[in-house]
Structure formats: structure tokens, C-alpha cells
């Protein structure tokens, strides 16, 4: 009864949080982490102890594989290059400088435990991240930020792993890249493999709220074989997540997306609540376990203060250098972009003359034709008779057309044939999108501030800490030092950051060029239904005087333009021509349109 009785005032909590903090203008988060330390410390209430495995393993993988699906799968691939950087590169330097500070300020630690706790407190926070999407910065520097955090779990747990066995016996350096490779491959397969199976299987479920419940258990199908293997089971939710937000508009019916994204959303705001309050409310008991030890809880805050502040030092040039890449790349990129062009505009030019010659060639073909169709009569008149007669007249389309669209499609294949143009184009357009992309939205120092500031640590440092062995020298210490690094990175750069954002001011979102954009996209949409109404046209005026038949017919065109549509959306998101923003307010329209008709029973 009493643990109902928490579970019900948790939720309570956790609603209450999320109602009251935009009207204070704080994030819910930071009220869930401060309600969770107010209520560890009141008198009735017993001490919070959480299996680090129900963190790691039970909470963590659902909340990130629903942060994959949202996640633009376009832009996603573009940022891959900085995400993969301060993913691992940046995790293990900052393991590196902090397992040295941490092995010089506590006496008898170690290098190896120095490195352990430098890789404890390291990552950022994926929950963290929901508190940079309420501040309002671009979506390029929230899909660093949550990318960047989707993913640098995997690095610091593998490196907390070695880092532990070291202490041990000796691990070399190729040991430690071994067992990264080894877990993010396998887990990288796994979740590849499990995202394409759940598409597959749930394409042919046709109850939504069956197809929901199967979603739910994709997460755990991807990060417990990843476990058992040894690999890293969040990043097999994350691919798994990936593959599925990516794929999931072409194999799921739109009633099952939106079904999917309610009830989604109601288990992450649970979730994310729930491990906020966890993080506040382990606090009283840290407490104790470090009094235990006769250490004071002073030691920790100074030790996480120190901590925290070279963590940000380090994450502040790591970034630095990182900004200067990308700027190298992106003037690179620019003196690129009217070799592009030049390229685009040969293979048009190449398409418009073999298509005039295409034409030509039909017109003489239907010139031969229109020859021997005047000889036959004198054919006749020399006596071959009307039935050889007829016989010249049917085969002449048989010879002079199929020649000539033999000779335009050997044509095709010496050119390399045209599916292969094709991918060639298509890799043209979504390299010259993609350089528009970078210069359009430039990542300069003012965006990289926030990045710096915005990187929270969370509930994964404190999971990881409560990893350490219970035979770890000074475990309690290490523990409250991860605990304070979080908490304190919570309430002071999240606390902060809304303010943080209007002193560095980076650059606004161009709502005139987001509108532009829209607008474009709409134009797209209703292009693709005038030419199928076109198209379908004398069939639909038919159809009208058919009674019920003809307005099923009418309802079959409606589904066809609206799969149209989607199709070229998606079409053009595989090119990287619009945003995701402007393609998924485009795409739920559709889906809105559609099941608006299948309500009215039109489907």
C-alpha cells in the first residue's frame, strides 16, 4: 500500500511540476530535482535507495529511444560529424583532464579511480536536454545538443567499465578501443535489425492500440540482448529509435503514428519526472552514507564544485576547436556549391538534348509509319491483295516504333543507365541542400556558448556512479562528488541558461524565411494534387453520375492524392531540400486530412 501511495503522489508531483513551471518561468525539471531534495529530508519519510540497474536499464533506454523517434532524421545525419565528436572525442578528454584533477585533490585515489569518476560525470544528460528545447534557441543546436547526448552514454559507461577493471589489473589502451568498438557495433546491429523488425511487424497490425502496446517493448527488445552481450543497450534504443521515427511515416497508418505519439509523450513525461525526483530524493541518504564515513558533505560540493567548473573549461575548448572545423568545412563547402551548380546544369542540359532527340526520332518514326501507310494502296493496285495489305499496315507500328525506343534506351546505357543518373542526381541535390543548410545556419561563437552552458549532467552521473563497487575506496565520496555535480548542473546551467541565452544573444530563427519555406512546401503539395486530379480528371466527371459507385471512386482519387503528397514530402526529404519542421507540419496536415476521412467512413 504505501509504495502506491508514493507512486500516486509521485505522479501527482510530477503533474503539478509540469503545470506550475512555465507560469514561474523555470523549467520542470529543476522544480522536480528541488521538490525531491525538500521531500528526502522531511522527518516521515523513509530513505531513497534505486537500484542504478533501474535506472540504467529500466528507465534510461525508453526515454531515449522516444527522444530517436523524435529526432530529425536529416538533420541528425548532417550534425553526425560534431555529434560524434563530442560524443567520444570530448568524453574521453574530459575523463582524461578531470581523472587527473580528481587524482591529485583526493588523497590515495588513483589515476584509474580518478578517470572512473572523471567518466562518471562527463556526459551530458539526455533528459537534461528538455530543458535547452523550453529556452527557444535554433533547432540545430538542440539536434547537436540531443544527438550529443543520445549517444555519449555508450563512450563513458565503456570507459567507466575499463576504467574499473583497471584497478584491478592492467587494461591497455587497445583493450579499452576494443571493447568500444565491440559494444557500439553490436549494439549499432541490434538496433538496426530490431527497428526494421518492429516496422515490419507492426505494418500488419491493424489495431492502434495493439500497435502501441508492441512499441512500448521495442526499447527493452533492443537494449537487454545488447546487455546480455556485453554491448551498450542504450545505443541499441537509440539506433532502434532511429530507424524507427525514420521509417515509421511509409510502414505505419497515420491513426498509428498519432496513437504512438500521444501515448509516447505521456510515458516520457512520466519517465523524465520520475528520474528528477529520484535525483532529489536520493540526496538524504547519500547524505548519511557519507556521514557514516565521518566525511563532510562539504568535501563533496567543494570536490563537485571543482569539477564542474573544469568540466565546462574543457568542454569550452574542446568546442572551441570544434567550431573551427566546421567553419574550415563550410568555406570549403561554399567554394564548392557553383561546381555543384555547373555539374546540375550539364546533366539538365544533357537531359534537354536527349529528350529533343528522343522527339525526333518519334517523329520520324511516325513520318515511316505515315509512309507506308500511303503506299498501300499502291501495293494494292499491283495485286498484293487487301489482306497483305492490311498485314503492311499492322506491322509498321511494330517495327519503326519499338526501334526507336531501342535505340533511346541503348542510349541511356552507354550514358550509364538511368537509375544510376538518377542517384547521381539525387546525391547532387542532397550534397548542394546540405551546404545551403551549413551556410544558411552557421554555427559561430555565440552558438557555441550556448552549446558550452547547455551541456547538463543528470540522472546517467549518478546511475553510473552507484555502479562503483562496494569495495570502492571512498565510494561514498565518489558518489555524493557525482551526485553534487549533477544536481549542481542542473540548478545552476539550467536555472541560468534561459538568461544565459539573452546576454550571448545567438542568432534568431528567420520566421520570414521559415514561412518562405512552408509556403514552398505547400506549393509542392498542391502541384502533386492538381496534376492527379488532372490526370484523373474525365474518370471523376464520369464518376459523378455513377450514384454510390461514383462517389467511391471520388473517394479513392481523395487517398490517392493525399498518398501522393506524402510520398513527394518524403521524396523531398530524402533530397534534404526543406527542413523537418516545414515537412512534419506538411506531413501531419496530410495525416490529419486522411484520418479525417477515414472517421467519415470515406476510406
Not at 36 to 51: A, M, N, T
Not at 87 to 111: K, M, N, Q, T
Not at 400 to 411: E, Y
Request: charged share 20%; no cysteine; aromatic share 4%.
Amino acid at each position: 500500500m504505501e509504495v502506491l501511495v508514493v507512486i500516486v503522489l509521485g505522479l501527482l508531483g510530477i503533474a503539478a511540476a509540469t503545470t506550475i513551471a512555465p507560469r514561474l518561468r523555470v523549467a520542470s525539471p529543476l522544480l522536480l530535482v528541488v521538490l525531491g531534495i525538500g521531500v528526502s529530508f522531511l522527518p516521515f519519510i523513509p530513505d531513497v535507495e534505486i537500484d542504478p540497474e533501474w535506472i540504467l536499464a529500466g528507465l534510461l533506454p525508453p526515454l531515449l529511444y522516444a527522444s530517436a523517434i523524435a529526432m530529425p532524421s536529416m538533420e541528425f545525419r548532417r550534425e553526425f560529424g560534431a555529434i560524434s565528436g563530442l560524443s567520444i572525442g570530448l568524453v574521453v578528454v574530459s575523463s582524461g583532464v578531470l581523472g587527473l584533477l580528481f587524482a591529485w585533490l583526493i588523497p590515495d585515489l588513483g589515476l584509474a579511480l580518478g578517470i572512473a569518476l572523471g567518466a562518471i560525470v562527463s556526459p551530458t544528460d539526455a533528459v537534461a536536454t528538455s530543458i535547452v528545447k523550453r529556452v527557444g534557441v535554433s533547432p540545430r543546436i538542440v539536434t547537436v545538443l540531443e544527438g550529443e547526448s543520445l549517444l555519449n552514454d555508450a563512450s563513458a559507461l565503456v570507459l567507466l567499465r575499463s576504467a574499473i577493471a583497471a584497478t584491478a589489473a592492467s587494461v591497455t589502451f587497445w583493450d579499452v578501443v576494443g571493447d568500444f568498438v565491440f559494444a557500439v557495433g553490436v549494439a549499432v546491429v541490434l538496433g538496426w535489425v530490431v527497428g526494421r523488425v518492429n516496422l515490419w511487424v507492426r505494418s500488419r497490425v491493424k489495431d492502434a492500440t495493439v500497435n502501441t502496446v508492441i512499441s512500448f517493448t521495442v526499447p527493452f527488445l533492443a537494449s537487454l540482448p545488447a546487455d546480455a552481450l556485453g554491448a551498450s543497450g542504450l545505443v541499441a534504443a537509440v539506433v532502434a529509435g532511429l530507424v524507427t521515427g525514420r521509417g515509421a511515416i511509409r510502414s505505419l497508418a497515420p491513426g498509428h503514428r498519432i496513437s504512438d505519439a500521444q501515448n509516447w509523450r505521456a510515458i516520457e513525461l512520466i519517465l523524465e519526472g520520475t528520474v528528477f525526483l529520484i535525483l532529489g530524493l536520493e540526496l538524504s541518504t547519500l547524505i548519511d552514507d557519507l556521514a557514516n564515513e565521518q566525511l563532510g558533505v562539504e568535501v563533496g560540493v567543494l570536490l563537485a564544485l571543482a569539477a564542474l567548473a573544469a568540466v565546462i573549461a574543457v568542454r569550452a575548448g574542446y568546442i572551441a576547436v570544434t567550431l573551427w572545423i566546421l567553419a574550415r568545412r563550410r568555406r570549403r563547402a561554399a567554394a564548392m556549391r557553383p561546381r555543384i551548380e555547373q555539374i546540375q546544369q550539364r546533366l539538365d542540359a544533357h537531359d534537354l538534348a536527349e529528350r529533343a532527340e528522343g522527339a525526333v526520332e518519334v517523329e520520324e518514326a511516325a513520318e515511316a509509319e505515315r509512309g507506308e501507310g500511303t503506299a498501300e494502296p499502291a501495293s494494292s493496285a499491283v495485286g498484293s491483295g487487301s489482306g497483305s495489305s492490311a498485314g503492311s499496315a499492322a506491322d509498321a507500328p511494330g517495327t519503326a516504333t519499338p526501334g526507336a525506343s531501342s535505340r533511346r534506351g541503348g542510349r541511356r546505357d552507354r550514358g550509364g543507365d538511368g537509375s544510376r543518373l538518377h542517384r547521381v542526381r539525387r546525391m547532387l541535390r542532397r550534397k548542394a541542400a546540405d551546404i545551403d543548410y551549413f551556410l544558411a545556419v552557421p554555427l559561430g561563437w555565440r552558438e557555441g556558448a550556448v552549446i558550452v552552458w547547455a551541456g547538463m549532467r543528470g540522472a546517467v552521473t549518478l546511475a553510473a556512479a552507484q555502479t562503483l563497487p562496494h569495495d570502492t575506496p571512498g565510494r561514498s565520496l565518489l558518489i555524493i562528488t557525482a551526485f553534487f555535480v549533477a544536481a549542481l548542473s542542473l540548478l545552476i546551467q539550467g536555472g541560468t541558461l534561459g538568461w544565459f541565452v539573452r546576454l550571448v544573444k545567438p542568432a534568431p530563427i528567420d520566421r520570414a524565411a521559415v514561412e518562405a519555406e512552408r509556403a514552398e512546401v505547400d506549393r509542392l503539395t498542391i502541384e502533386v494534387a492538381r496534376r492527379i486530379s488532372a490526370d484523373r480528371r474525365e474518370a471523376t466527371e464520369a464518376a459523378r453520375s455513377k450514384g454510390e459507385e461514383g462517389r467511391e471512386i471520388v473517394r479513392q482519387l481523395r487517398l490517392e492524392i493525399v498518398a501522393a503528397q506524402r510520398e513527394a514530402l518524403l521524396e523531398a526529404r530524402d533530397d534534404g531540400i526543406y527542413s523537418s519542421s516545414a515537412l512534419s507540419s506538411a506531413l501531419d496536415a496530410l495525416d490529419a486530412e486522411q484520418i479525417s476521412m477515414e472517421l467519415r467512413g470515406e476510406s
